[in-house]
């Protein structure tokens, strides 16, 4: 099994959220959060600081911590074929956009980022993190848990 750590940010201004349009090497378009894995010796704070600056161009700040979601995905639901199934850890974030200028990521997976109104979300072809990172930033549940969101139609791994 692989392990990917990682961490997302949750941007909430004006009931929009910041979105970012992955585009795979296999073409596969997704709307996730902003976000990604940590690298070798980073604090995931520091990671998702790092990943809104390069996936948006924004300067972010965490204001708080949100939650931990752990995910496996099957082998044979992965991008990669041949690769074993994924156990992903996501931390995510609340954070506040400081300054900074909305761009796409150069060189990177992210196409575009966009503000997009919170009830548009549920239209859009889109990763089962912003989901779980959404129902983490609405609801705070205190354990900083939330259940398992559905993979199938507009939803991805």
């Not at 990943?51 to 948006?56: G, Q, S």
């Not at 609405?138 to 139609?153: C, N």
Request: one cysteine or more.
């Amino acid at each position: 099994m692989d392990l990917r750590l990682a961490a997302y940010a949750v941007c909430i201004e004006e009931g929009r959220v910041l979105l970012a349009h992955s585009v795979k090497p296999d073409g596969t378009k997704t709307w996730t959060l902003p976000g990604g894995r940590v690298e070798h010796a980073e604090d995931p704070f520091e990671a998702v600081i790092r990943e809104v600056a390069e996936e948006t161009g924004l300067d972010a700040v965490v204001e708080r911590l949100l939650g931990v979601d752990s995910r496996v995905v099957p082998a044979e639901e992965r991008r990669v074929p041949g690769r074993p199934e994924l156990q992903n850890v996501g931390v995510f974030y609340r954070v506040r956009i400081t300054g900074g200028r909305l761009r796409p990521e150069p060189n990177g997976e992210t196409a575009e980022s966009v503000w997009t109104p919170i009830p548009d979300v549920t239209r859009l072809a889109r990763s089962s993190l912003l989901d779980i990172g959404l129902s983490l930033a609405l609801t705070t549940p205190a354990t900083g848990h939330v259940a398992p969101v559905p993979v199938g139609g507009l939803i991805r791994h």
